[in-house]
């Protein structure tokens, strides 16, 4: 199976920072890479598929990058609503989820 | 309004069985594949079972095979999930959700658009 990490594993940021979280798989995975946010007690969301493409609906401050093994989702200014847990997840085979970074309030 | 609601979750022993459902509404449900996904307790996400709109193509997370199933049900617009030989560490909230695809230069790419609100799963003696 492809490993996913996440760095870090969480962080604190204050409303209007740039925040940026790193996702790595442990082989190619090309651009089949997804970011969901999940909010306590929620289902998670997906906010970029294909490593790059915004998800209908998501907030343009969202945006995603990478490809191969090395991958970035950037918040360009944090917003309230934003404080949640960001997953990446490759679909480049059986699916598997990094373990997740927590985004609060500094 | 696209939805989908997870049923079925509750108290079991290990070694038990239970059998989750997912009622989809407010989209073709038959022209999506859909998964089972899993959150235990305080951890992160983990992918239990995938299911192609036809049934023709079935994985499972290699902690789940060969104990659970997943099927589905085009007409009644629902995806199921057995469970057996319950172990503590199935404890869990299982999600449903769709797969969707996009084509972006000739490759699929596959995401999990719509989620179920989640069902829990406690097994426990």
Redesign the interface.
């Known amino acids: 199976?492809i490993q996913m990490t996440q760095s870090p594993s969480s962080l604190s940021a204050s409303v209007g920072d740039r925040v940026t979280i790193t996702c790595r798989a442990s082989q190619s995975i090309?651009?089949?890479l997804?970011w969901?946010q999940?909010k306590p007690g929620k289902?998670?969301?997906?906010l970029i598929?294909?490593a790059s493409?915004l998800?209908s609906g998501v907030p343009s401050r969202f945006s995603g990058s990478g490809s191969g093994t090395d991958f970035t989702l950037t918040i360009s200014s944090l917003q309230p609503e934003d404080f949640a847990t960001y997953?990446c997840?490759q679909?480049y085979s059986?699916?598997?989820?990094?373990?997740?970074t927590k985004v609060d309030i500094k | 309004e696209v939805q989908l609601v997870e049923s079925g979750g509750g108290l079991v022993q290990p070694g038990g069985s239970l059998r989750l459902s997912c009622a989809a509404s407010g989209f073709t449900f038959s022209s999506y594949s859909m998964n089972w996904v899993r959150q235990a307790p305080g951890k992160g996400l983990e992918w239990v079972s995938y299911i192609s709109s036809s049934s023709s193509t079935i994985y499972y997370a290699d902690s789940v095979k060969g104990r659970f199933t997943i099927s589905r049900d085009n007409a009644k617009n629902s995806l199921y999930l057995q469970m057996n030989s319950l172990r503590d560490e199935d404890t869990a909230v299982y999600y449903c959700a769709r797969d969707e695809v996009a084509a972006i230069l000739g490759d699929y790419y596959y995401g999990m658009d719509v989620w179920g609100q989640g069902t829990t799963v406690t097994v426990s003696s």
């Open positions: 199976d090309s651009s089949y997804n969901y999940q289902a998670p969301k997906l598929y294909a493409s998800q997953y997840q679909s059986t699916i598997t989820f990094g373990p997740g």
